[in-house]
Nanobody, 128 residues
């Protein structure tokens, strides 16, 4: 059974940095497009960033562009999200998700409905 697990969350002060990690098992990581999503209390889940299977296509939501960087290490089955200059509005549960590269184009997948494998989520709290 595919398992997706996030790590690296926690409490950080405004202006600080945090790096999230996502590991997957029971699938061939290099054949999967990956994404990060987040959901704040009382709000809908939103796409934060995505990266395609090879790493040459990425996407960032306008709210995080220039502050967050997504990357992947296919040799170690690991996805990362480097978050800099964090702000209180970045406080949310962050989710990692995976979708097969087959059947789609070369770009990464931006919409949550496209993803079939999800982690349980990890909390990131930014204090002002």
């Amino acid at each position: 059974q595919v398992q997706v697990a996030e790590s690296g969350g926690g409490l950080v002060q405004a202006g600080g940095s945090r790096r999230l990690f996502c590991t997957v098992s029971e699938l061939t990581f290099e054949n999967y497009n990956m994404g990060w999503f987040r959901q704040a209390p009382g709000k809908e889940r939103e796409g934060v960033s995505c990266i395609n299977w090879s790493g040459d296509s990425t996407y960032y939501a306008d709210s995080v562009k220039g502050r967050f960087t997504i990357s992947r290490d296919n040799a170690n089955n690991t996805l990362s999200l480097q978050m800099n200059n964090l702000q209180p509005e970045d406080t949310a549960m962050y989710y990692c998700a995976a979708v097969s590269r087959w059947g789609g184009g070369s770009s990464c997948r931006r919409e949550s409905y496209e993803y079939g494998h999800w982690g349980a989520g990890i909390q990131v709290t930014v204090s002002s």
